[in-house]
């Protein structure tokens, strides 16, 4: 049903095909900037609230890594504002939050000499998800009406840091969208720790959509994770999993966007 949401959207919006609608215009957004303590650096921020809903009650919030205005952030905008105005999904306010340093803020530590090699810092997704939980959030909640009912959506690296998120602090947010995670940072060392983190999970009501593309060294990792999820059967968790061998991992995002976002805010 969401793949029939997404290609009637899509025939809708851009008759001309997606590659026409993937040069994106800029939102109608705010922008400003959190002090952050956690990073040591001032991060800016941009918010979206759906079409006409500024003067309806509280909303649900949808963070996003890669939020900048050159990067994920308008055509997830204007995914999210074509689902709501269809009705497939709820109003939701898009926070995106643009890179500074996107390989240090997104990685977990690593012992391999290959990942620490692909910039000159790595490894600080902790204090990322500490700038998230105790800065970033609660500025949105001054700033917004907001529910508590929270999602967050990545691909790459940022589905990495969704993934560790979802694993370290699941209680963080509500939905966990996933498009191929770099589930292979780490020689998948966070998918070997996944049996005893998903064990503690509490029956918290919360949804996981997980997606892999062609490429092996995301794919082996997701299927590894569906697997325990499916020998687990955590209390209170609704997830899927989408393997999409058709896919590849650059186009994987732009293709299950719409399906993601109507599966996980539905």
């Given at each position: 049903?969401?793949?029939?949401?997404?290609?009637?959207i899509?025939?809708?919006?851009?008759p001309?095909g997606l590659?026409?609608q993937?040069?994106?215009?800029?939102?109608?957004?705010?922008?400003?900037v959190?002090?952050?303590?956690?990073?040591g650096?001032?991060?800016?921020?941009?918010?979206?609230?759906?079409?006409?809903?500024?003067?309806?009650?509280?909303?649900?919030?949808?963070?996003?890594?890669?939020?900048?205005l050159?990067?994920?952030?308008?055509?997830?905008?204007?995914?999210?504002?074509s689902?709501?105005?269809?009705?497939?999904?709820?109003?939701?306010?898009?926070?995106?939050?643009?890179?500074?340093q996107?390989?240090?803020d997104?990685?977990?530590?690593?012992?391999?000499?290959?990942?620490?090699?692909?910039?000159?810092?790595?490894?600080?997704?902790?204090?990322?998800?500490?700038?998230?939980?105790?800065?970033?959030?609660?500025?949105?909640?001054?700033?917004?009406?907001t529910t508590?009912?929270?999602?967050?959506?990545?691909?790459?690296l940022a589905?990495?840091?969704?993934?560790e998120?979802?694993?370290?602090?699941?209680?963080?947010?509500t939905?966990?969208?996933?498009?191929?995670?770099?589930?292979?940072?780490?020689?998948?060392?966070?998918?070997?720790?996944?049996?005893?983190?998903?064990?503690?999970?509490?029956?918290?009501?919360?949804?996981?959509?997980?997606?892999?593309?062609?490429?092996?060294?995301?794919?082996?990792?997701?299927?590894?994770?569906?697997?325990?999820?499916?020998?687990?059967?955590?209390?209170?968790?609704?997830?899927?999993?989408?393997?999409?061998?058709?896919l590849?991992?650059?186009n994987?995002?732009?293709?299950?966007?719409?399906?993601?976002?109507?599966?996980?805010?539905?």
């Open positions: 049903m969401a793949d029939v949401i997404a290609l009637a899509l025939l809708a919006i851009a001309q590659s026409a993937r040069v994106d215009s800029v939102p109608a957004h705010d922008s400003f959190v002090q952050s303590r956690a990073l650096e001032a991060r800016p921020v941009n918010v979206h609230m759906p079409i006409h809903a500024r003067a309806s009650g509280a909303l649900p919030v949808l963070y996003m890594p890669d939020g900048g050159d990067e994920d952030f308008p055509h997830v905008v204007r995914a999210v504002d689902l709501v105005a269809i009705g497939a999904i709820r109003p939701v306010i898009v926070v995106g939050v643009p890179n500074t996107r390989r240090r997104l990685t977990g530590p690593t012992t391999v000499k290959s990942d620490s090699a692909i910039a000159p810092v790595v490894g600080g997704s902790a204090a990322f998800r500490r700038f998230v939980r105790d800065e970033l959030i609660p500025e949105i909640d001054r700033r917004y009406r508590r009912e929270r999602a967050i959506v990545g691909e790459s589905g990495l840091f969704v993934m998120t979802f694993l370290n602090a699941p209680a963080l947010f939905h966990f969208i996933a498009l191929d995670p770099s589930l292979w940072w780490n020689r998948g060392a966070l998918v070997d720790s996944a049996a005893a983190r998903i064990a503690a999970f509490g029956a918290v009501s919360r949804s996981l959509y997980l997606a892999s593309s062609v490429e092996p060294s995301t794919a082996i990792g997701c299927a590894r994770l569906d697997a325990l999820l499916k020998a687990a059967k955590p209390r209170g968790l609704r997830w899927s999993y989408a393997p999409r061998p058709d590849t991992h650059a994987i995002f732009s293709s299950l966007e719409y399906a993601a976002l109507s599966e996980a805010l539905r």
